[in-house]
T-cell receptor
């Protein structure tokens, strides 16, 4: 099946720094990718839709200036958490639609800890 | 407002028995509903998709039903095994382009040998 990778798998940073998370579709192209955030014992919350070659669309309540998304190619989307604070500590997961469009292939997630 | 509800309490079940999970939704008219498995510290893995015009879908030991009148889906794991222990999430499409999904809170299943 289709594979989506994320890098890094885990990152610890100081408050106020920026962190970039990469999401790659390894054996298929994805014009759309999705970014989710998951807090402990909670479900996935959609943050934004990443669109190749155009601006990302953000869900209500998600600050676009804080969570910068760049979808520069058909296999790579990046999420940059700018000026990270401890409350941004979470599990960030990306996904890309498969061939049938309805199903989603998820990356393994990135654990972010902001000290 | 739109809501997807799954039983938040963990389901403890003996190996070999059938686990049944529930997903209820309100204020949605989804074209399809999906079930995913998520292990701790990992991303979700797609299991099954059932469309609005389908009543039941099976895949190996998994069975999903979809009742659009009740606005409910049931997810069954038959002959459960300890390896089935995980959190199971239901997800609905919200009708936007590009397959935008919204997820329920998930139900944790623990299969005891």
């Amino acid at each position: 099946g289709a594979v989506v990778s994320q890098h890094p798998s885990r990152v610890i940073c100081k408050s106020g720094t920026s962190v970039k998370i990469e999401c790659r579709s390894l054996d298929f192209q994805a014009t759309t990718m999705f970014w989710y955030r998951q807090f402990p014992k909670q479900s996935l919350m959609l943050m934004a839709t990443s669109n190749e070659g155009s601006k990302a669309t953000y869900e209500q309540g998600v600050e676009k200036d804080k969570f910068l998304i760049n979808h520069a190619s058909l296999t790579l989307s990046t999420l940059t958490v700018t000026s990270a604070h401890p409350e941004d500590s979470s599990f960030y997961i990306c996904s890309a639609p498969g061939e049938g469009v309805e199903t989603q292939y998820f990356g393994p997630g990135t654990r972010l800890l902001v000290l | 407002s739109q809501k997807i509800e799954q039983n938040s309490e963990a389901l403890n079940i003996q190996e070999g028995k059938t686990a049944t999970l529930t997903c209820n939704y309100t204020n949605y008219s989804p074209a399809y509903l999906q079930w995913y498995r998520q292990d701790p510290g990992r991303g979700p893995v797609f299991l099954l998709l059932i469309r609005e015009n389908e009543k039941e879908k099976r895949k190996e030991r998994l069975k999903v039903t979809f009742d659009t009148t009740l606005k409910q889906s049931l997810f069954h794991i038959t002959a459960s095994q300890p390896a089935d222990s995980a959190t199971y999430l239901c997800a609905l499409d919200i009708g936007a382009a590009g397959n935008k999904l919204t997820f329920g809170g998930g139900t944790r299943v623990l299969v005891k040998p």
